[in-house]
């Protein structure tokens, strides 16, 4: 009977461990020969990478990488190249990162003791077309979840936007709504502090999903314009942010990926493909072990 590791003592076909070695596979990147097994019960074969997270999968040398490139603000394109890959390669390496990202983050759960959450404004592909990012925080600076959703132009573009593109609608609610509710299924203490921003809509979301739960805003452009002050007045430089954790992770994904960096060339156009890379950005801010 051949060896196999703990996880592949039966059949992936069929759960006999009646099977024998039946050849190998070379694996052209990492230069190795993989065992192939023949299950004597149902004729089917199998290898230790049946069972694996990168079944099928070529250049698995290069996913760890492709990770650490996509989350220091580099594009899928600039990416390919410097790994020198194709860019089919990198761009299915972002699909599966993502959803293995997904994967993991659906089954954590969080102890936290202060909620932050608050939206992020994005675009598809033209400012024309802009889209809201529904973010949650932990007051040990986890993120806790992320939604994208599609808000119609504002402003001076926002005849011009319905004139090309027709109406769009405003899921910034629906969102946020979403996000809070899947924070909620989350949350391992269900007694916490919910902090955001003084949206108008924020307090019936929260007062919906979080009936009973301490609910704070704060008036963050007043804040914005006493910091701004503040910079020549040379007095007390630190003024206190009560929704640090939130603006710091902000800032810090606008600065990690790629397609959030501000006047960038590199821009999200399908907007599934933006929580993708958010779902990475949680990936590496939560430190989740997605390669083992
Ligand atoms: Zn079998």
Same mark, same amino acid.
């Given at each position: 009977m051949a060896q196999l590791s703990i996880h592949h003592?039966?059949?992936?076909?069929?759960?006999?461990?009646y099977f024998v070695k039946r050849g190998y596979f070379y694996k052209q990147h990492t230069k190795t020969y993989i065992p192939r097994y023949n299950c004597k019960s149902c004729n089917k074969t199998f290898s230790?990478?049946?069972?694996?997270?990168?079944?099928?999968?070529?250049?698995?040398?290069l996913n760890p990488q492709v990770f650490q490139y996509l989350t220091s603000g580099a594009s899928i394109r600039a990416t390919a190249k410097a790994l020198g890959c194709t860019y089919k390669t990198a761009y299915l390496k972002f699909l599966w990162l993502s959803k293995r990202a997904q994967d993991i983050h659906q089954k954590q759960r969080f102890s936290l003791k202060e909620l932050y959450f608050d939206e992020m404004l994005s675009i598809?592909? $033209?400012?024309?077309k802009p889209l809201t990012i529904a973010l949650a925080v932990s007051d040990?600076?986890?993120?806790?979840g992320v939604q994208v959703g599609k808000i119609p132009a504002q402003g001076k573009i926002a005849t011009i936007s319905r004139r090309k593109y027709g109406y769009r609608p405003n899921e910034s609610s629906v969102k946020t709504k979403d996000l809070l509710t899947e924070v909620k299924r989350q949350?391992?203490?269900?007694r916490f502090t919910i902090k955001s921003d003084s949206k108008p809509e924020y307090h019936r979301i929260v007062k919906k999903i979080f009936s009973n739960l301490p609910y704070e805003q704060f008036i963050s452009k007043e804040n914005k314009d006493k910091r701004r002050e503040q910079k020549y007045l040379k007095t007390e430089k630190h003024i206190f942010d009560p929704l640090f954790p939130i603006n710091h992770i902000c800032a810090r994904s606008r600065d990690l990926t790629k397609r959030l960096?501000?006047?960038?060339?590199? $821009?999200?156009?399908?907007?599934e493909h933006l929580e993708r890379a958010l779902y990475l950005l949680i990936a590496k801010n939560n430190k989740y072990r997605l390669f083992s």
């Open positions: 003592r039966k059949c992936p076909h069929c759960g006999s461990n230790t990478r049946t069972l694996s997270p990168t079944f099928k999968q070529k250049r698995t040398d598809e592909h $033209t400012k024309l040990s600076y986890e993120i806790l949350a391992l203490i269900k960096v501000r006047r960038s060339w590199c $821009t999200t156009k399908v907007p």
